[in-house]
């Protein structure tokens, strides 16, 4: 199957740094990639729906100013998570999907923690 | 828009026995449907995934699952759990349309005591 890797998959900071995450896509292009969130034993909360040389679309409550995508290729997609503060401390998943695909390919996700 | 049900957040059940994972979804399209597995700490990985066709679908490590349009439902169903299938399952929907965006029930916590 398509394979998906996201890096790195834990990092702690301190508060008020910025983070990025990043969401590959190895063997297929990914016109459309999606960056979800992850509470402790909670569903998938999804942030944004990255679109490769276009503006992300952001879902409602989430902030785009501190929650950065970029998806500057068919194969790459970056989450920056700026100012980072405790509350923003989760696990953040990446997905992709392939043109013309139905299904969603996820990467392994990064634990963030933020001090 | 689409929504996803899954009625039970922790399932119990002992090693060997049957299981079945409830989904059930809300949409006033036709849409795909798909059940996904997560592993402690992990990204998720695709079980199965129903497109069009048969409605009884089966996919990896031996789960099945079934498309039922009049009750709205798409369960999960393993005949004989083992204590490597202890997951986090997802059942999701999407329109059909490769621009949609997925949506995914509040999961389902399955433990196996052996």
């Known amino acids: 199957g398509a394979v998906v890797s996201q890096h790195p998959s834990w990092v702690i900071c301190k508060s008020g740094t910025s983070v990025k995450i990043e969401c590959r896509s190895l063997d297929f292009q990914a016109t459309t990639m999606f960056w979800y969130r992850q509470f402790p034993k909670q569903s998938l909360m999804l942030m944004a729906t990255?679109?490769?040389?276009?503006?992300?679309?952001?879902e409602q409550g989430v902030e785009k100013d501190k929650f950065l995508i970029n998806h500057a290729s068919l194969t790459l997609s970056t989450l920056t998570v700026t100012s980072a503060h405790p509350e923003d401390s989760s696990f953040y998943i990446c997905s992709a999907r392939a043109d013309r695909g139905e299904e969603l390919f996820f990467g392994s996700g990064t634990q963030l923690s933020v001090l | 828009a689409q929504s996803v049900t899954q009625l039970d957040s922790q399932v119990p059940v002992f090693e060997e026995a049957p299981v079945e994972l409830r989904c059930n979804y809300s949409?006033?399209?036709?849409?795909?449907l798909f059940w996904y597995v997560q592993y402690p700490n992990q990204g998720l990985q695709l079980l199965l995934k129903?497109?069009?066709?048969?409605?009884l679908v089966k996919g990896i490590n031996g789960f099945e699952a079934e498309f039922n349009k009049s009750q709205t439902s798409f369960h999960l169903r393993k005949p004989s759990v083992h204590i490597s299938d202890t997951a986090e399952y997802f059942c999701?929907?999407?329109?059909?349309?490769?621009?949609?965006?997925?949506?995914f029930g509040s999961g389902t916590r399955l433990s196996i005591r052996p």
């Open positions: 129903y497109l069009s066709g048969s409605t």
């Open positions: 999701a929907v999407t329109r059909y349309s490769s621009a949609s965006k997925i949506i």
């Open positions: 949409s006033s399209v036709s849409v795909y």
């Open positions: 990255s679109n490769e040389g276009s503006k992300a679309t952001y």
